[in-house]
């Protein structure tokens, strides 16, 4: 049996809204007009669904979860900034909305494999 069209079709609507909504979040962060990443429930309160349903709608059509897009677009963030701004590290977590500078370190690290220092070191 076939996928109805309108399935489909909703299932890139809720996709291309999520990718949307996170980059005018990231807007929002990064000009500090707002001081906390929304969660998955957040997203899907915004959404009008289900976080259930919107966490499996997103990783059915992308293969990956809400969350490693949030995380990815953090860490363009924090690439950009450790090589474009003069600000410090505790700067830097603080901005990306960071409670503390180690725990922006250990984030940054498992996904880079160096720390936020040695990367600007290696700039």
Not at 22 to 38: A, N, P, T, V, W
Not at 83 to 112: C, D, G, R
């Amino acid at each position: 049996m076939a996928i109805p069209q309108k399935i489909i079709t909703r299932k890139d609507e809720i996709t291309a809204k999520f990718f949307d909504l996170l980059e005018r979040h990231f807007e929002e962060i990064l000009s500090g007009k707002c001081d906390k990443m929304y969660k998955i429930k957040d997203f899907a309160a915004l959404l009008f669904i289900h976080p259930t349903h919107f966490s499996n709608t997103i990783k059915l059509t992308t293969g990956y979860s809400p969350c490693h897009f949030a995380e990815e677009r953090t860490m363009v963030e924090a690439r950009k900034m450790l090589s474009e701004t003069p600000l410090s590290i505790a700067e830097i977590s603080y901005k990306l909305t960071f409670n503390e500078p180690t725990n922006f370190t250990k984030f940054f690290k498992s996904f880079e494999g160096v720390t936020p220092k040695q990367f600007r070191k290696k700039l």
